[in-house]
């Protein structure tokens, strides 16, 4: 490796070329940065006491260490948002000066139309590809090369080079631009170049240690550049086009840049059974990877493997796909974001796509997890938990009888996990405040479709309060709701009883219930399944909201239904967990009688915890989990030593009972460890445990 300071347009006039690796991510500086861009040009080219303007670094591989004037191609890692945002610049600007009166079209030495061109755009004396200084990857390239070229843009351009070239045109030609400024600007550009020897250095690791001062790179474009770089070029090519590029091209643009790094997480969550952080993600794929590909060295099965998850990733979380049936019930999942539930729906796809479930079961299992996060959400359930609910869920499941086994799994899960029955659901709905509801569209949509052919699209509506929201009521209100109107309006107004769809909510305003009922548009003439009845009453106070509500709520017991199986299936899935070979008799340092009551005491405290912890005996120690073990006892002759599982920064210990154990090899799960013994306080040491506790439940 060899760096040194130089300016970036020496650097584009000494260099042949430059290539972006087919394994790059696209052009994505946005227009923001072209701006801050043009504004550092700017200042440094007005402020004569600024001899350089530093803008990060290029980082490129060539065959060897020989000088820039060599004929091969620089293959670049690191810097391509910059190189090719002067590009689209200094194209912008040979442009603009050559529509200038020829006295005029060289305010700075070097900088005419022909010789920006000639230094920095193009090879003049080459043909084909070769002409161009700079190459970009995939639909990138050819809109890029129209541009340098002065041809016609084609048909499928990239969106980015097309804006940001119209940014720099605009601004060079509006009034009063100093052309000279912009030059001396450029001239000051200085970055670090850093030339790579491929034969010496290793490309991926200097890739991953970069800290450019450019957009920062997505877990995804770290993944592509990971699986890609270290290919040679024919397989390179291959590998994308059969893979990659059919898997930017179904998400689209705007979807992979937004949504890509999140597919890769429910992926792994799916094929390793551990759910990454967001921050690693980069890191878990690695080691999946490597240790995916330890036995065969290719990987073209993982990529494949990344592929087939991604199509089904497409169809369940971006509306691709082609069943009506499981498009709508994968609409509602969308709708109510339950994001948490696609590990599973992946490995639902999956076993779609071998056969092992019909279409219909498939939909059945989608209802079961909408109702599911549905009900939790107006029942007001703390969400937390659910991600490693979901990325064990499958685990568990007989998938020779797999929707009876989905229902089983719900109807087994208890206390924070439990799917809400009906009463509990139905008493929520009737009570809770809706208005204010996260997923209140979502909600009445479904009231007002359910079973309905002729669709209503309730975006062409607005809320309606039958009982208004202002305070200073009307007297005919508050004769109608009676002498505790007050409390009669603060305790119904924004519930289910009280809310309904209308486009007439402006003529509506605060008028009595009988003028709302009766009026043109009124509620006698409603269109609306959620107005029936409405017509036929002579009067809204709270008994009517009360009685409306426990009809709407019916209705959506209908909708969002709790899993059903007789008993005698039910039991068949209730089989007692096995027991494992070991058992408290096993481990003799457990047994003498203080330290037995010590340990009777403390599993107490810790199965009190949830009804859902389990206590298991091993061989070295016993845990305790719920999704997975949250702390293991390994018995000791002077103590019980606990292993507590959650990073130790996330500890609260304020007196240091703890200790570190990252990355060194002990038994139990988890990298915090405490010691627990008769003369402990075994009250601060419990608070230890619940916290590792929490910390599971809250992941």
């Keep these: ?106 305010p700075l030495d070097g900088f005419s139309p022909k010789k920006l061109r000639n230094r920095y755009l193009v090879n003049n004396d080459e043909e084909g590809d070769r002409y161009f200084k700079l190459l970009l990857s995939q639909t990138d390239r ?26 720099f045109q605009g601004r060079l030609g509006s009034q009063g631009t100093d052309y000279g400024a912009i030059c001396r600007g450029l001239a000051k550009l200085v970055v670090v170049d850093i030339r790579l020897d491929r034969s010496q250095d290793n490309p991926q690791l200097i890739f991953e240690s970069m800290n450019s001062t450019g ?76 240790a995916a590909t330890s036995d065969t060295g290719s990987v073209e099965p993982l990529l494949s493997q990344l592929r087939d998850y991604s199509g089904r990733y497409c169809a369940v979380a971006l509306g691709q796909e082609k069943d009506k049936r499981l498009a709508a019930a994968f609409q509602d999942l969308r709708e109510i974001k339950a994001d948490v539930v696609y590990p599973l729906l992946l490995e639902v796809y999956t076993d779609y796509e071998l056969g092992t479930l019909t279409t219909g079961e498939v939909a059945e299992i989608v209802d079961l997890l909408t109702s599911y996060i549905f009900r939790r959400a107006v029942c ?105 109107w007050g409390e009669i309006q603060a305790r119904y107004l924004h519930t289910l009883g009280n809310l309904t769809l209308t486009g007439y909510n402006s003529e509506y305003s605060d008028h009595p219930f009988t003028v709302k009922r009766d009026m043109n548009g009124g509620f006698k003439h409603s269109p609306l399944r959620l107005n029936q009845g409405l017509g036929q009453l002579d009067t809204w106070n709270a008994d009517t909201i009360q009685s409306r509500a426990a009809r709407l709520a019916d209705a959506a017991l209908d909708i969002w239904q709790m899993p059903e ?80 599982n959650l990073p130790f920064e996330s500890l609260h210990d304020e007196r240091d009972l703890a200790w570190d154990v990252t990355g060194r090899g002990h ?3 988890g990298n915090v460890e405490a010691g627990l013994d008769e003369s402990s306080d075994f009250t601060y040491i419990m608070g230890l445990v619940r916290q590792a506790y929490e910390y599971q439940i809250a992941e």
């Design 1 to 106: 490796m060899k760096a040194s300071e130089t300016k970036l347009l020496d650097l584009l006039a000494k260099g042949s070329q430059f290539v972006i690796p087919i394994y790059q991510r696209t052009y994505s500086w946005a227009q923001s940065e072209c701006a801050q861009l043009w504004d550092d040009i700017v200042r440094a080219g007005t402020d004569d006491s600024l001899n350089a303007h530093f803008i990060g670094s290029i980082v490129h591989v060539e065959k060897g260490l020989s000088n820039l004037t060599s004929q091969e191609p620089n293959l670049v890692i690191d810097g391509q948002q910059r190189l090719t945002t002067v590009t689209l610049l200094v194209a912008a600007l040979a442009e603009a000066l050559g529509r200038l009166p020829e006295q005029n079209r060289e």
């Design 142 to 167: 050819d809109t890029l090369k129209a541009i340098v070229g002065g041809a016609q843009l084609p048909k499928h351009r990239s969106e980015r080079i097309e804006s940001n070239h119209a940014y």
């Design 215 to 290: 957009r920062k790179l997505s877990q995804a474009d770290l993944i592509r550049n990971f699986v890609l770089m270290g290919l040679e070029p024919s397989t390179q090519e291959r590998f994308y086009a059969q893979y990659w590029r059919p898997m930017e091209s179904d998400f689209g643009q705007a979807a992979y840049e937004a949504q890509f790094d999140d597919f890769v997480r429910h992926y792994l969550t799916v094929v390793t059974g551990e759910i990454p952080r967001l921050a690693d993600i980069y890191e878990a794929f690695k080691a999946y990877a490597r």
């Design 380 to 484: 007001r359930v703390p969400t937390n938990s659910l991600n490693t609910t979901f990325a064990t869920f499958g685990k568990g499941l007989r998938k020779e009888r797999y929707l009876d086994s989905v229902k089983a799994r719900f109807l087994s899960m208890k206390s924070y996990r439990a799917f809400p029955t009906d009463p509990e659901f139905a008493e929520a709905l009737k009570t809770a405040d809706l208005y204010h509801f996260k997923r209140r569209s979502y909600f009445l949509r479904r009231l007002e479709n359910h079973n309905r052919k002729e669709v209503v699209t309730i975006e062409d509506y607005t809320i309606e309060h039958i009982l208004p929201q202002n305070e200073k009521l009307s007297q005919e209100w508050r004769d109608a709701l009676g002498d505790n």
């Design 565 to 644: 199986l007789p008993p005698q299936v039910m039991a068949e899935f209730q089989q007692p967990r096995a027991e494992t070979a070991f058992s408290i008799e096993d481990h003799p340092n457990l047994l003498p009688p203080a330290r037995r009551a010590l340990f009777d005491k403390f599993r107490s405290e810790v199965l009190a915890l949830d009804p859902t912890v389990t206590e298991q005996f091993l061989k070295l120690y016993v845990a305790y989990k719920v999704e997975t073990n949250f702390v293991d006892v390994v018995p000791q002759v002077a103590r019980l030593r606990l292993s507590l």
């Design 667 to 669: 038994w139990g799960n």
